[in-house]
T-cell receptor
Framework: DTAVSQTPKYLVTQMGNDKSIKCEQN?????MYWYKQDSKKFLKIMFS???????INETVPNRFSPKSPDKAHLNLHINSLELGDSAVYFC??????????????FGPGTRLTVL | KNQVEQSPQSLIILEGKNCTLQ??????????LRWYKQDTGRGPVSLTI?????NTKSNGRYTATLDADTKQSSLHITASQLSDSASYIC?????????????FGTGTLLAVQP
């Protein structure tokens, strides 16, 4: 039973295309996140949703648009893909957005390659 | 600037040996510090979480220490196994507001050889 799942696992596409990555969690958590891990393995938060409401929006280009149809899903749509978008994208979830010991559970990642 | 720095960048040890990974942070105000293990091709998995008042916390063969005064943490791995080969990431949560925003280090890549 996968707690946080992402599809697809690999995505290879041409520059300028539009693509989406899907994320689902079956943990009953209220909060979900999208992270980007670059070639240097540095993880950085992009977005966070709490119960379908956007609560964190880092300086991410407008080409990236998250969508949360319900609190178990947080999808990431990327328009006009650029070479610099190539990275591994991780989805995560936590019980809530606050709390001292609030644990985040990560999905397996989606490796995006833009040619 | 809120940063988390780790050393060494990479480490190779023989199976059965111990090792210690270091983490220095400048995140302020501080809420808690976490160590994650990330296997190749997988998402990070939490090993320990420590708050300001906790100096040490263990999880099996993993023992993390925290010195909030010097803003340093270490992760000690005892009797290493081949399955310990992974990237170990130090993560600090910045205190403030309701958001659970974490600041990640770049990780230490550990290779355990037979």
């Amino acid at each position: 039973d996968t707690a946080v799942s992402q599809t697809p696992k690999y995505l290879v596409t041409q520059m300028g295309n539009d693509k989406s990555i899907k994320c689902e969690q079956n943990l009953g958590h209220d909060t979900m996140y999208w992270y980007k891990q670059d070639s240097k393995k540095f993880l950085k938060i992009m977005f966070s949703y709490n119960n379908k409401e956007l609560i964190i929006n880092e300086t991410v280009p407008n080409r990236f648009s998250p969508k949360s149809p319900d609190k178990a899903h947080l999808n990431l749509h990327i328009n006009s893909l650029e070479l610099g978008d190539s990275a591994v994208y991780f989805c995560a979830s936590s019980v809530s957005s606050g709390g001292l010991y609030n644990e985040q559970f990560f999905g397996p990642g989606t490796r995006l390659t833009v040619l | 600037k809120n940063q988390v720095e780790q050393s060494p960048q990479s480490l190779i040890i023989l199976e059965g040996k111990n090792c210690t990974l270091q983490c220095n942070y400048t995140v302020s105000p501080f809420s808690n510090l976490r160590w994650y293990k990330q296997d190749t091709g997988r998402g990070p998995v939490s090993l320990t979480i420590m708050t300001f008042s906790e100096n040490t916390k263990s999880n099996g063969r993993y023992t993390a220490t925290l010195d909030a005064d010097t803003k340093q943490s270490s992760l000690h791995i005892t009797a290493s196994q081949l399955s310990d080969s992974a990237s170990y990431i130090c993560v600090v949560r910045r205190y403030g507001g309701a958001t659970n925003k974490l600041i990640f280090g770049t990780g230490t890549l550990l290779a355990v050889q037979p």
